[in-house]
């Protein structure tokens, strides 16, 4: 069974710092890596993709991909409160397979 | 920025009630989806559908679930006879291509009493 982990937090991180979140996938022929952000109560919202292995900037978000450790992990520089919120990372095994979840990690900014 | 709308927002049902859920996609989208979050828990996915037809299911959606795509623009779920475990938060998702990502609907509540 494809399996999609992440530690639940919750993660504090004093605002100004950096947050790092981690994933981990069972399939090791997933092609599609997301993460996904959410706030309490709303729907799933894309903030990151990547699809090779190394590192992608978008912003203050940095994705990373590491195929063979089948790892993936956000990182986010400059937190803010804002930024408090659920991080989902989500994998597809090819362009036309579902996207499944992990659970999870919550992140706290501390102000 | 073209958007996934669902409806409605908070749908209270009683046990045993039909009800059905509606999306309307983005528009030039080709590949629906269904998930659904008990709380507290994980987004899983329920059915996925492309070309007028379902292309998968998953063990969740069982007889009591269908989709329909009546009209080119809606796509609905309908659950035939709901259970106190059906009550969950329902996403909507399209997408041109799963490659990319999928964008989600704001979501119905369906509570089930």
């Known amino acids: 069974q494809k399996e999609v982990e992440q530690n639940s937090g919750p993660l504090s991180v004093p605002e100004g710092a950096i947050a790092s979140l981690n994933c981990t996938y069972s399939?090791?022929?997933?092609?599609?890596f997301f993460w996904y952000r959410q706030y309490s109560g709303k729907s799933p919202e894309l903030i990151m993709s990547i699809y090779s292995n190394g590192d992608k900037e978008d912003g203050r978000f940095t994705a990373q991909l590491n195929k063979a450790s089948q790892y993936v992990s956000l990182l986010i520089r400059d937190s803010q409160p804002s930024d408090s919120a659920t991080y989902l990372c989500?994998?597809?095994?090819?362009?036309?397979?579902?996207?499944?979840f992990g659970k999870g990690t919550r992140l706290h900014i501390l102000p | 920025e073209p958007e996934v709308t669902q409806t409605p927002s908070h749908q209270v049902t009683q046990m045993g009630q039909e009800v059905i859920l509606r999306c309307v996609p983005i528009s030039n989208h080709l590949y629906f989806y269904w998930y659904r979050q008990i709380l507290g828990q994980k987004v899983e996915f329920l059915v996925s559908?492309?070309?007028?037809?379902?292309?998968?299911k998953s063990e969740i959606f069982d007889d009591q679930f269908s989709v329909e795509r009546p009209d080119g623009s809606n796509f609905t779920l309908k659950i035939r006879s709901t259970k106190l475990e059906d009550s969950a938060m329902y996403f909507c998702a399209s997408t041109g291509t799963a490659l990319y990502g999928y964008t989600f609907g704001s979501g119905t509540r369906l509570t089930v009493v």
């Open positions: 399939d090791r022929g997933s092609q599609s």
């Open positions: 989500a994998v597809n095994l090819n362009r036309d397979d579902k996207i499944i």
């Open positions: 559908f492309y070309n007028n037809e379902i292309s998968e």
